[in-house]
């Protein structure tokens, strides 16, 4: 075979191998992108960008007892993809033998609660400013609202109520739109929902009266700030700490 010839082959079998499409990813790297398997009920299954706040907030719970009845020694740290109980676990009932008696005697044990990790203020926040200068459209309590809604405009800002400790800032809350958490001491949360933009990030210190985001209606169906207090876990009425409207 001719020097040419030979020339002629070696192209044509390179322009082949280029044609062909490239191999599939690896099945580690497809499977890593599925969603994580429902979870039973009474449970949530983590998932990614989770924090323990967040996932408390959404079923109305305290933080605390939800690390509490998980084991959690430090509710910063949660994996995504297992399993958190969203109910106490029955309490343990153990036997001992009494001395005097053939019986026997049962007691309950109550699970030790875990305890954070960091040491939170037990006092609440000393003082609070509304997080909006909007009118007030919507009251707690009027219908199924959880805090009071104000309005404004796009882009004008959101203020921290308080000073705390930004313990979410995301948008995976369905009904929220773009959300910010705010932890005020050991008892008390405040949430800010429909933001356009987001000003702070998750385990930042903020001040009272702090810009933290942009009013939007992210998940909403007009520009406005919704806004909750949460005591233990539960909505309570805004009205009751800010200042009194003029």
């Known amino acids: 075979m001719s020097r040419f010839s030979i ?5 044509a079998l390179l322009a082949g191998c280029a044609g062909r499409p490239n191999p599939a990813p690896i099945r580690e790297a497809s499977y890593a992108n599925k969603p994580y398997p429902a979870a039973p009920a009474g449970q949530y299954r983590i998932q990614r960008g989770d924090t323990l706040y967040k996932i408390a907030f959404e ?3 305290d933080f605390r007892d939800l690390a509490a009845w998980n084991d959690l020694a430090d509710p910063t740290r949660i ?4 399993l958190l109980r969203l ?4 309490a343990r009932v153990v036997t001992a033998p009494v001395a005097s008696k053939p019986s026997v005697l049962t007691r309950a044990i109550k699970p030790e609660a875990a305890l954070p990790a960091e040491p939170l203020d037990d006092a609440p926040p000393d003082a ?13 309590g009027d219908g199924l609202n959880k805090g009071i809604d104000l309005g404004g405009k796009r882009g004008i800002p959101v203020q921290a109520a308080a000073s705390g ?4 800032a995301g948008a995976s809350l369905r009904g929220y739109g773009k959300l910010i958490i ?6 008390l949360l405040s949430a800010y929902a429909h933001n356009d933009r987001i000003l702070v990030a998750e385990g930042q210190n903020v001040v ?31 009205l009751n700490y800010l200042p009194k409207l003029s």
């Open 208 to 238: 009272l009266g702090q810009s933290i985001a942009e009013m939007g209606d992210s998940d909403a169906d007009r520009v406005k700030l919704h806004f909750e207090i949460r005591e233990f876990g539960k909505p309570v009425d805004p």
């Open 165 to 168: 400790k930004v313990v979410y």
């Open 79 to 82: 994996r995504g993809g297992d």
């Open 7 to 11: 020339l002629t082959l070696l192209l």
């Open 87 to 90: 109910t106490p676990p029955k």
């Open 59 to 61: 079923h109305g719970l």
């Open 182 to 187: 705010i932890r005020h001491g050991k008892t």
């Open 128 to 140: 609070w400013t509304w997080p909006g200068k909007g009118p007030l459209l919507a009251r707690f």
